[in-house]
Every structure is written in C-alpha cells, then in structure tokens.
C-alpha cells in the first residue's frame, strides 16, 4: 500500500454508507433509466427483470461508475446511461446463472427460473443484454462499447470456465483466480473504468480505475466464496451450502483439500463429487474448512487484493468520493452477506 492510503480505525467497520451517500443523486437518474429501459409490449420481460432489479442488490457495479466520475470530477450526464447498461449486464447473468445453477434463491427470495421458468429466464436475461447494448451504442463512444462489450465476453467466458470447473478437485488456486477475475471481476473493472473514459482522463487515470474495479471484483467473490461456509441462508439471500451441492472448486474448497489428510480428500472427492451432499455431509465440510483455516485464509487473500485496490485509486488527491471508494473495498471483505 501506497504511505498515503490511510486505512480506517480499527474500531470502525466499514460500511457502504458513503458511497451510497455519494452516488445517491445519480442512482436516481440511473434507476430512472433502469425502470424506463426495461419496459416492453410484452409483460412478462418488466414483471420477471423487476422480480430480480428490484430485489434488494447493492448496485455496487453501477455504483462504482458514478462514483469514479465523481473522483475525476465528470460533470456531465452520460455515465447515467451507462451505468444503467452495467446494470442490465449484471442482471442478464444472474438471470442466466441461476437456470445453470438451478438456484432457489435469489436475494432471499425465490429466483426467478423457480416462479417463471427457465426458458423465461433466459430469455428475459437475452433481453436485458440488448437493452444493454442498445444504451452503450446510444452513447456513441466506439471506446466505451469496446470496454464493456469486451466484458460481457469474458464474463460469459468465465462461467463457461467455473463449468468446466465444476467438480474437478485438480482445480488449481490459480485457475480459481483466473475464473473469478473473469467472471466477477471484468464487470467490475468495466464499470470502473468507462467513468474515467467519459471524462477524457488520461490513461493513467483510466488504469487505476480500471485496477481499483477489477481487484475490488477479485476481493468481492473471494468474500461471496467464504460467505457460502459460514454464513447463514438468511444473510446470504440464497441457500447456504450451493456451492457445496453444486461441486464448485472455490478456495475454501481447494485450500481444504489441499491441506487434508488422505481420509479427508476421500470425503471431498466423494462431496465434490455429488455422492455426499447431505447437510450432514454439509456440516463435515464446514468442520474440515474450519479445522485448515481456510475461511480466514480466503479472506485474507480478498484482503490483499482489497489493498491493491485502495493503492490503485491513491493517485488521484484525496477527497470524499477517494475515501468513500475505499471504505466501500473495505467493505467488500467485512460484510457477511
């Protein structure tokens, strides 16, 4: 870390609150152009992208494109709209993911692949990529469509990658990462950076941006990964123990196996596996990722990354909208939903 990032005091824990209160007056307008953008003939596309857009997310992605105008000083109004398609993008995968998923649960309440059906999901999500795209071109910025219709690429890569992942034990910490950055952390870094590209600002000004957003997405679904082991359903907004079920290679997972003894790998490759996916085989997964640390070393690691992203954005002079982007990466490791 830079000497001029100063990190909180220690008895403070960090919350969204100023960048929520930084960002407030454009989240209006960008809600504005959410509500407006996802209307159709149709009434199925508003009912089920609503069930979903107005369930309770952070808006963290669009969130971070107002407020890294807001570090830069952009007084225009283009980053609206835009953060609005990062919006749209988002929504569209968590659409996606959950029919690949089969999730029940979306923002503790049902998904909507369990009340619309799957065929509706995906194509309601198809529809709020075109929105997406329609927004970006409306823009006209050759570059900025360039950013994120490279992002939509390599976040859709990505998941195709945690696929290929799925119950494969071999997975290594390093491939882990390389999914996560894609899949997670490509938006981030998007949304970050597009605010620096709408306001002309030089290109060491967009790169920062543009790490600020991609190692806070790394140190986010590092988080997301430990949640699914010590959290409760409540909190999370989805079952605990998905993951789990689900046989997918987060670091939890790895760094457990990795570290266990030959009766403990037995268990994982039968768990990972889909031979034991009880919540009793639950529980013993949480005793064996206990017992190997690996949930306080996954949050370190998201802590490292964290640090990365508070240096990254040091470059610009300190200010509210700097402090409020840094609490709120300090933010994305304390929280436990």
Known sequence: MSADVVPLPRDKRPTLDPMLALTASGMNSVNSVILERMQSEIPLIPRLAGHLISGGGKRLRPMLTLAGAELVGYQGTRHHKLAAAVEFIHTATLLHDDVVDGSELRRGKAAANIIFGNPA???V?????SRAFELMTEDGSLKVLKILSH???VIAEGEVSQLTAQRQLETSEERYL???GAKTAALFAAASQISAVVAECSDEQERALEDYGRNLGVAFQLVDDAIDYDSDAAQMGKDQGDDFREGKMTLPVILAYARGDEE???FWKAAIGGHRTSDEDFAEAITLIEKHNALEDTRARARHFVHRAIDAISIFPDSKARAAMAEAAEFAVARGY
């Open 125 to 129: 999500g198809d529809f709020l990529f």
């Open 178 to 180: 390389h999914i996560i």
């Open 264 to 266: 403990e790998r037995k």
């Open 151 to 153: 992002a939509s690429a």
């Open 121 to 123: 999901t995906v194509l």
